[in-house]
C-alpha cells in the first residue's frame, strides 16, 4: 500500500471511531463500558495486542502495530464480510453505486445478523451508512497487500 492511501485510511478510521466502535456521546456510559469490553475481547480473540483505554489509544496502538494493512486484512475485511455476507453486501453495493440508503427491511430479509447490534443499529441510521460505505466500497473491498 502506497504512503498515501495508508494516511488517508488511517485518517478515516481516527476520524470514524463512533461508527466503527458502535458508540456516540448519547449512549450510556454501562452501554458503552459493555460494548468496549465485547469489542476488546473480540480483538484480543484474533491476536491484537494492546493496552486498554478509551478508543482513540487503542486506535493508535493497533495503527503502530500491526499498522493499517493488517487490521484491514486481519480484522475489518473479514468482520465486514462475516457481519453482513455476499446477499448484503451486493445489495449495499447496488444502493451505493445507485446513491440510496439500503431499505431495512431488505436488510432484515437478508438476514442482517443480530449479533452485533451496534453496527447494525449505526448502519440503519442513514447518515451513518455513508461514514461504511465510501471506504468499503471505494477503498477496502478489493483491497490486498
Known amino acids: 500500500m502506497d504512503d498515501k492511501k495508508k494516511a488517508k485510511l488511517e485518517r ?3 476520524n ?3 461508527f466503527l466502535w458502535g458508540v456516540g456521546p448519547a449512549d ?3 452501554s458503552k463500558k459493555t460494548t468496549q469490553e465485547t469489542t476488546y475481547d473480540w480483538l484480543r480473540g484474533r491476536g491484537m495486542e494492546f493496552k486498554s483505554g478509551p478508543y482513540p489509544f487503542v ?3 493497533l495503527l503502530a502495530d500491526p499498522g493499517i494493512e493488517k487490521l484491514i486484512e486481519d480484522v475489518i ?3 465486514v464480510k462475516d457481519l453482513f455476507g455476499p446477499k448484503v453486501l451486493d445489495y449495499m453495493r447496488e444502493c451505493w453505486m445507485a446513491g440510496t ?3 431495512s427491511a431488505i436488510l432484515i ?3 442482517l445478523k443480530n449479533g452485533e447490534p451496534f453496527f447494525k443499529r449505526q448502519l440503519l441510521r442513514g447518515a451513518k451508512w455513508k461514514e461504511l460505505a465510501w471506504v468499503w466500497f471505494e477503498e477496502i473491498e478489493d ?3
Open 109 to 111: 430479509r437478508y438476514n
Open 28 to 30: 450510556q456510559a454501562d
Open 16 to 18: 470514524a471511531d463512533s
Open 59 to 61: 486506535l493508535e496502538q
Open 101 to 103: 440508503v439500503p431499505d
Open 77 to 79: 475485511k473479514p468482520r
Open 12 to 14: 478515516y478510521l481516527r
Open 143 to 145: 483491497f490486498s497487500e
